[in-house]
């Protein structure tokens, strides 16, 4: 089981909930160690005192202001001791919708959960509640020395804890940018083109669907560099679309989009002189989605008009050795080079 990151009471209202707080995700990132090169020698972080160069014990390290003239230092009990609650209350102030949080201000998710059996009536009265309601509760508490704003819910079943960003702390684009559109004039037959690009490349959402390549192709370079294999390279960046050939490059990607990806798929209805910008049914997408992952594509549809990423995801259904490391033009070559294998056996 995973250890709590933090353990308080919730409440709202005046019930009072105990409860452990779990962190709800894991990072896949390859870690690497420093050493020094030409050596096995591990290079460590130490602390250092600057004007003597000896290394100073943890137990005699405190926190210090530089206010200018002198540093303030603060005591980690004194810290404590101005916490709100003792660092130990997750107090709701209020509900809120969640659907008006704008999505900027979410951090990162953790699980709650009830600190004992105990309290499993009062955890699931709330569950249920906020569950039925659609809304989320807004709590403070402090976790680290830190305050955080958090927006409680029910997800699935359980209470999820979701720390926000505070106001101040979200930075105002047309500051931090100095070339955004601003009143950039778009001609209505662009408009139109991108709408459909967009409409013809809807998807299901499915988070399972997207992995890690990166961390894939990471781990294929130790392994390939413990073996003594070639590395391959990644493709480079795709250049940008210059303006002049802006209507091209939009035709052309809703003209890809719109082959036919199945076996007896239809391709979508051409456009008409008119702009359709109504939604599409959600069966409509939820079964075109479904058919493209049921059929991978199709036999017969050409390699070479598939992303990277549907190539990678057929090379995996084939179990392709080293597809991780390989470029568009190698995963198409390693698929065709399937298709041999399985037309002459």
Do not use: C
Request: charged residues 30%.
């Amino acid at each position: 089981m995973a250890r709590p990151v933090w353990s308080g009471t919730l409440t709202f209202g005046l019930v009072s909930l105990p409860v452990q707080m779990f962190t709800a995700t894991d990072s896949h990132t390859v870690r690497f160690h420093q050493l020094q090169r030409g050596t096995s020698d591990r290079v460590r972080n130490k602390r250092v005192n600057e004007r003597t160069g000896e290394e100073v014990p943890l137990d005699e390290v405190v926190k210090a202001f530089d206010d200018g003239d002198e540093y303030v230092l603060v005591e980690p009990a004194e810290l404590d001791d101005i916490a709100p609650g003792r660092s130990k209350a997750l107090e709701i102030t209020g509900f809120v919708d969640l659907r008006d949080v704008e999505p900027i201000f979410f951090d990162r998710t953790y699980f709650l959960g009830p600190k004992g059996k105990e309290y499993t009536k009062v955890y699931a009265l709330l569950e249920k509640a906020l569950d039925e309601a659609g809304m989320a509760g807004i709590a403070t508490f402090v976790m680290r020395n830190h305050q955080y704003l958090v927006a409680v819910r029910a997800e699935a079943g359980l209470l999820t804890l979701h720390t926000l960003h505070w106001a101040d702390e979200i930075r105002d684009p047309r500051r931090e940018i100095d070339n955004l559109p601003g009143k950039t004039k778009v001609t209505d037959r662009e408009l139109k083109m991108a709408r459909q690009l967009v409409d013809t490349l809807r998807i299901e959402w499915r988070p399972e669907d997207f992995h890690d390549t990166y961390q894939e192709q990471v781990s294929a370079l130790i392994k390939a560099k413990r073996t003594g294999e070639a590395v391959g390279k990644a493709e480079p960046p795709a250049e940008s679309t210059n303006v002049v050939d802006l209507m091209d490059a939009l035709r052309a990607s809703v003209d890809r989009a719109r082959k036919p990806s199945g076996h007896g798929g239809k391709k979508r209805a051409k456009s008409s002189g008119t702009s359709d910008t109504s939604p599409r049914p959600p069966t409509h997408i939820h079964d075109a989605a479904a058919k493209r992952r049921s059929t991978g594509g199709g036999k017969r549809a050409s390699l070479g008009t598939l992303t990277k990423a549907e190539l990678y995801r057929r090379a995996t259904d084939a179990a392709i050795q080293g597809r991780s490391s390989m470029n568009r033009e190698e995963l198409v070559e390693a698929l065709r080079g399937t298709r041999r294998h399985k037309a002459t056996s």
